[in-house]
């Protein structure tokens, strides 16, 4: 069974250090993996998606790799803002089965300190 | 733009009155799924649905139900609202053929009293 872990659960930075989120999984058969950013009471926005065949996407400030064999991915976010102060979580999405199975990690809260 | 959408974003009941929580997509999306979010546990799947009349149980079935009808349209049931479904609901489509990617919508907070 596909467990996807976030180590740490809660994470307080300063504004403008550089920081890594990361995220595990069990079995290494992924289709891809997706990072989201919640803020408080609201829904899921996705931030990148990594296919199985990438190792690593970038949008603006945010870089996210995957490596498949160790069954890890980071999540880099460079120069951080206060702004950036959110719930992080990493999905798996399967690729056993077709049954579009997606496997949810349970987070890390970040917060960016001015 | 495209967008799930879900209604109502907020909602309190008592036990045992039906309701029905709506979901919308305009992305021509033949996946969707229901999720809901409970402090400690994450998210957890309740139902999914591959295209227009087939549904299967997620992680978390009990106590709902589901119909998928048209492409853009799946909806959540609950027959009879139970105080352990108070949560955040939220509802998502999936790209399945082109980029892989998981839209979700804002999310329904329902609590049962």
């Known amino acids: 069974k596909q467990e996807v872990t976030q180590i740490p659960a809660a994470l307080s930075v300063p504004e403008g250090e550089n920081l890594v989120l990361n995220c595990s999984f069990t079995?290494?058969?992924?289709?891809?993996l997706q990072w989201f950013r919640q803020d408080p009471g609201k829904g899921l926005t996705s931030l990148l998606l990594?296919?199985?065949?990438?190792r690593e996407q970038t949008s603006g400030r945010l870089n996210a790799s995957l490596d498949k064999s160790s069954g890890r991915s980071t999540l880099y976010i460079a120069a951080s803002q206060p702004g950036d102060s959110a719930t992080y979580l990493c999905?798996?999405?399967?690729?056993?089965?077709?049954?579009?199975?997606?496997?949810f990690g349970k987070g890390t809260k970040l917060t960016v300190n001015p | 733009e495209a967008q799930v959408t879900q209604n109502p974003r907020y909602l309190i009941t008592v036990t045992g009155k039906k309701l029905t929580v709506t979901c919308s997509q305009n992305?021509?999306?033949?996946?969707m799924s229901w999720y809901r979010q409970d402090p400690g546990l994450g998210l957890r799947q309740i139902y999914y649905?591959?295209?227009?009349?087939?549904?299967d149980k997620g992680d978390v079935p009990e106590g709902y139900k589901v119909s998928r009808k048209e492409k853009r349209n799946f909806p959540l049931i609950l027959e009879s609202p139970s105080p352990n479904q108070t949560s955040l609901y939220f509802c998502a489509s999936l790209d399945r053929y082109y980029t892989g990617e998981l839209f979700f919508g804002e999310g329904s907070r329902l609590t049962v009293l």
């Open positions: 649905s591959m295209n227009v009349e087939v549904t």
């Open positions: 990594i296919q199985s065949s990438q």
């Open positions: 992305m021509n999306h033949e996946y």
């Open positions: 999905a798996v999405r399967l690729g056993k089965g077709g049954s579009e199975k997606l496997v």
């Open positions: 079995d290494s058969a992924i289709y891809n």
